[in-house]
C-alpha cells in the first residue's frame, strides 16, 4: 500500500492513464502457504487495489474479480474509496500526451518471513494508452503473480501480453520444480532465452531465501 501511495509508481496514486484519459487498475496478491490468491481488474475507485486483492482472496470463493463486479464487492468492504482523478499526476499525464508506452514502475513484492512462508504481489496502473478493458500480465495468476512454498515468490512486470503468453511468474517455478535450476538460472532463462530484450523482467525471491531480479 505504501508503494501504491507513492507516485513515483504506475499503481495506485502516479497509475498511467488509459486511452481515454482514464485509469484503470490492476493488482493480484498470492500466499505460497497453499496457493491461495486473489485478484482484480480495471478498478477505478479504489485507493489501494492490492488490498481489494487480498480481501478477495480471504473473503470470498474466488480468485479474480473484474470492473462493475470489483467495485460492487469494493462497496460490501472497508477499503478507502477515491475518485478516479486522485490516481492522476502530472508525469503521467505528460506521458499520455505525449503516448509514449510506459513499461516502467509497476510495483512488485516479494517475500520470505521467519518461518518460510512465501508470498507475493503485484500492482499496476498497465500500460499507457491501454485500450478500454484491457487486461495485463499484472492481477493474472501465473502470468505476473506467483507463490509458492516449495520453490519461489515472483512478480513481474514488463509488456504484459508477452508476459501471459509465457505464463513467466509460473515458468521460473516450473523450471525449479522441474529442472532443479536455482532462482538465479530459472529467472534469467525465461527473462533472457524464452522472452525478448525490453519485454521487461522480475523480481523473486526462494524459499532457501535466493533472490533474482532478472
Ligand atoms: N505488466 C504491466 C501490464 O502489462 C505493466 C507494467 O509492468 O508496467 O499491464
Same mark, same amino acid.
Given at each position: 500500500?505504501?508503494?501504491?501511495?507513492n507516485p513515483?509508481?504506475?499503481?495506485?496514486?502516479?497509475?498511467?492513464?488509459?486511452?481515454?484519459?482514464r485509469?484503470?487498475?490492476?493488482? *493480484?496478491?498470492?500466499?505460497?502457504r497453499?496457493?491461495?490468491?486473489?485478484?482484480? &481488474?480495471?478498478? &477505478?475507485?479504489?485507493?489501494?487495489?492490492?488490498?481489494? $486483492?487480498?480481501?478477495?482472496?480471504?473473503?470470498?470463493?474466488?480468485?479474480?474479480?473484474?470492473?462493475?463486479?470489483?467495485? #460492487?464487492?469494493?462497496?460490501?468492504?472497508?477499503?478507502?474509496?477515491? *475518485?478516479?482523478?486522485?490516481?492522476?499526476?502530472?508525469?503521467?499525464?505528460?506521458?499520455?500526451?505525449?503516448?509514449?508506452k510506459?513499461?516502467?514502475?509497476?510495483?512488485?513484492?516479494?517475500?520470505?518471513?521467519? /518461518?518460510?512462508?512465501? $508470498?507475493?504481489? &503485484?500492482? %499496476?496502473?498497465?500500460?499507457?494508452?491501454?485500450?478500454?478493458?484491457?487486461?495485463?500480465? *499484472?492481477?493474472?495468476?501465473?502470468?505476473?503473480?506467483?507463490?509458492?512454498?516449495?520453490?519461489?515468490?515472483v512478480?513481474? %512486470?514488463?509488456?504484459?501480453e508477452?508476459?501471459?503468453?509465457?505464463?513467466?511468474?509460473?515458468?521460473?517455478?516450473?523450471?525449479? /520444480?522441474?529442472?532443479d535450476l536455482?532462482?538465479?538460472? $530459472? $529467472?534469467?532463462? #525465461?527473462?533472457? /532465452?524464452?522472452?525478448?530484450?525490453?519485454?521487461?523482467?522480475?523480481?523473486?525471491?526462494?524459499?532457501?531465501?535466493?533472490?533474482?531480479?532478472?
Amino acid at each position: 500500500r505504501h508503494l501504491e501511495d507513492n507516485p513515483l509508481f504506475n499503481s495506485g496514486k502516479g497509475a498511467v492513464y488509459t486511452a481515454e484519459g482514464r485509469h484503470e487498475l490492476d493488482a *493480484s496478491i498470492m500466499d505460497g502457504r497453499d496457493r491461495s490468491c486473489g485478484a482484480v &481488474t480495471g478498478v &477505478t475507485t479504489v485507493k489501494n487495489p492490492i488490498s481489494l $486483492a487480498r480481501l478477495v482472496m480471504e473473503q470470498t470463493p474466488h480468485v479474480f474479480l473484474s470492473g462493475a463486479g470489483a467495485e #460492487v464487492f469494493a462497496d460490501e468492504t472497508e477499503v478507502e474509496r477515491v *475518485s478516479n482523478d486522485y490516481f492522476s499526476t502530472p508525469y503521467r499525464r505528460e506521458q499520455w500526451e505525449k503516448s509514449r508506452k510506459s513499461v516502467h514502475g509497476t510495483v512488485g513484492v516479494v517475500a520470505l518471513d521467519l /518461518e518460510g512462508h512465501l $508470498a507475493a504481489g &503485484t500492482s %499496476t496502473g498497465g500500460t499507457t494508452g491501454k485500450r478500454f478493458g484491457r487486461i495485463g500480465d *499484472s492481477p493474472v495468476i501465473g502470468a505476473g503473480t506467483w507463490a509458492d512454498d516449495s520453490t519461489c515468490a515472483v512478480s513481474c %512486470t514488463g509488456h504484459g501480453e508477452k508476459f501471459i503468453r509465457n505464463t513467466v511468474a509460473r515458468e521460473v517455478a516450473s523450471l525449479m /520444480e522441474h529442472r532443479d535450476l536455482s532462482l538465479e538460472e $530459472a $529467472a534469467s532463462e #525465461v527473462i533472457h /532465452e524464452e522472452l525478448e530484450p525490453g519485454d521487461g523482467g522480475l523480481i523473486a525471491v526462494s524459499r532457501t531465501g535466493e533472490i533474482a531480479m532478472a
